[in-house]
DNA sequence: CGACACCTTGAAGAGGTTCAAGAAATGTGG
DNA sequence: CCACATTTCTTGAACCTCTTCAAGGTGTCG
């Protein structure tokens, strides 16, 4: 057992709001107490769980960025998508009894361990959870859908500009900026998600700037003009 | 209501082992019958659920073949997937009650509608059900992961040659040959899918057919050498 | 049998990749 | 706290894959 878990409560959690169900009762909300099992930590560069490994539990992040991506034997890699505070990770590993994938964590990380077979108890109970749950997972399938037809439909450009609007938004959900961000990721990993090379997101960050629609700084972005960013995304230029 | 609607069983489908969960009780079988609410026939052509329509309930498909899409209102259109018998369609619609995608027959179908409600009721007593269900919204999460692979890294024949050997897989569990398959998508729907043009597809078609890896007629596709599709797919000639 | 949808193939062009070199930032150990 | 090694980022030039545009062929269905 980690020596750093640290037995909590999401009944006064600060950040319930995000993954767990509303409007419960008060005897619903201590039984919830009950889904997770530990805290654990993890350092920037550590993984929180690796492809193949038994899958036991699903992890409510608390604080940290982690970054999900499926490394095959034969060199490919791809990174399947950025988590932040308050979103769940390890879904993948439910229907194999093992994960598929790596979670690797992209600066210092706490995580809520809740441990599977509990989740499928109290959901049994609490119908407000079971719903939840399903949410989640649906939530996950349509977000995948997204970057499906981001990765079939879309160029650079455009790539890029879904790929900043999206992190800013979830970043602006959480009470940080609307146009400020520091990507927690190298142009590599960023180039991975969005099926591009490092040197292309480069380029394209560099187009952007030319263009006075960003402010780069290294990891430090600033976001000028919103609404070109959106008219790339929404193909404005294609359009009839 | 559908006038074609059917009052059927479950217990004794089969198809029951493609979308049920194995070893229940006599008793917990036929509780599972009460899941299905009607069979729906669906024209070739015709929509199983659009973009925006209330959700309902998930289908499992029984006969017949589907495209699921996201069509945007700027005219981008990625195909996310194709659906056959056995298979469950319709969980982008959990999250936010309502569909997000279209659900196309690409020839005659019949389905059993499955109120999610219901699912959800009966997931709470058979716990069988309940973690059958998880793993089915897991499976598909798992699914996309694989497509964002092939959609990210992977070039032309590549991706055409997972294709193939991915509906053969899946038809080879149904029954059906190994290594002939009759494609009931266009090449443009292929495309769609694999993120190419259908131009594209044609011409890597026709590459295959050159190399003598498979015959193409039209629809009708023979795979004569699985092993070199496996290694395109393996990435062999890029190792080191 | 004719209209229509679907498929194939060629030629030219665009977008992204590859390879390479150098600059900037970051981390490490003394 | 500084020097050095390492990682990360940027930019240029040549190349390659896939796309676009175009034309003609094939198959299908009323």
Do not use: W
Request: aromatic share 4%; proline share 1%; hydrophobic share 40%.
């Amino acid at each position: 057992m980690n020596p750093q878990a640290i037995k909590v409560a999401c009944s006064n959690c600060n950040l319930r709001e995000l993954c767990m169900p509303m409007g419960l009762s008060d005897h619903d909300l201590h039984r919830l107490d009950d889904l997770v099992a530990v805290r654990r930590r993890i350092k920037r560069g550590d993984t929180l769980f690796t492809n193949g490994e038994k899958f036991t539990s699903l992890y409510a992040i608390r604080t940290g960025f982690f970054k999900t991506c499926l490394a095959t034997e034969d060199g490919r890699d791809q990174v399947t998508g950025f988590q932040m505070a308050g979103e769940i990770i390890g879904l993948d590993g439910i229907v194999n009894d093992q994960h598929s994938c790596d979670a690797i964590a992209l600066e210092d990380a706490e995580v809520c361990v809740m441990p599977f077979d509990r989740i499928e108890e109290i959901s049994r109970e609490i119908t407000a959870l079971q719903h939840h749950v399903h949410k989640i997972m649906s939530r996950e399938i349509v977000r995948e859908h997204g970057v499906m037809l981001l990765l079939g439909s879309m160029r650079a450009e455009e790539r890029l500009a879904a790929f900043l609007l999206n992190l800013v938004q979830r970043l602006h959900a959480r009470g940080f900026s609307q146009s400020e961000l520091v990507l927690r990721m190298t142009r590599e990993e960023i180039g991975s998600y969005l099926g591009l090379k490092l040197e292309t997101v480069s380029r394209t960050f560099s187009k952007f700037v030319e263009d006075g629609t960003v402010e780069v700084k290294q990891r430090h972005v600033r976001i000028l003009d919103t609404e070109s960013l959106q008219r790339l995304v929404n193909n404005i230029s294609h359009c009839h």
